[in-house]
């Protein structure tokens, strides 16, 4: 057999500084430059965020603090507004029932008032009516019994002239038929 005339090596060149095979933030030699450039990357970020980003977020935070007084001011102020507004319908509500109630009271004694006055001007008219009527009553019972009187004396005039056969005395007549009459 024979061997191949050209060989490979699967070998890789590595530079001596990077043979120790140490993870370099692990490397016990190199911490000291490494704790001091955590520190200077503190220190500068620190100083950002203090001179940058920290009054810039509290700058924020004091306006919304002022922006949410601002918006709890004005809710008071229209509430208390609402207040006064809801105190002045519920008066105006209250000065309209007892305006509305004394009006009814007025209209109910003025139509009271006004009945009774009718009322009483018809029963004047009726009360005259009656008296007229009671009147004309007595004027005609007194024509009636007149001439129940003048009808009385000549059925007993002739009833005395038939059953006695003689005329009687007009006078007698008279008397006798008024004092049936009478009593």
């Not at 503190?42 to 009054?55: D, N, Q």
């Not at 004091?62 to 004005?74: M, S, V, W, Y």
């Not at 029932?97 to 009322?119: L, M, Y």
């Not at 005395?160 to 049936?180: K, Y």
């Amino acid at each position: 057999m024979a061997e191949p005339a050209h060989t490979t090596s699967s070998t890789e060149h590595v530079p001596k500084s990077e043979e120790h095979g140490n993870f370099p933030p692990f490397d016990a030699h190199s911490f000291a430059s490494q704790l001091i450039w955590l520190a200077i990357a503190f220190v500068l970020l620190y100083g950002l965020m203090a001179k940058l980003a920290l009054p810039r977020v509290a700058a924020i935070i004091e306006n919304r603090h002022k922006k949410i007084e601002g918006d709890i001011a004005e809710a008071e102020k229209l509430k208390g507004q609402s207040e006064e507004a809801l105190a002045a319908y519920e008066k105006a509500l209250a000065d309209a029932r007892s305006r509305a109630q004394a009006i009814a009271n007025e209209t109910r004694d003025k139509q009271a008032a006004e009945a009774v006055a009718g009322r009483k001007a018809l029963e004047d008219q009726l009360n005259a009516r009656l008296a007229e009527a009671e009147k004309t009553i007595a004027a005609t019972k007194q024509a009636a019994m007149q001439n129940v009187r003048g009808i009385a004396e000549d059925a007993a005039r002739a009833i005395v002239e038939r059953l006695t056969g003689a005329a009687p005395d007009g006078n007698a007549v008279a008397a006798a038929v008024a004092d049936v009459l009478k009593g």
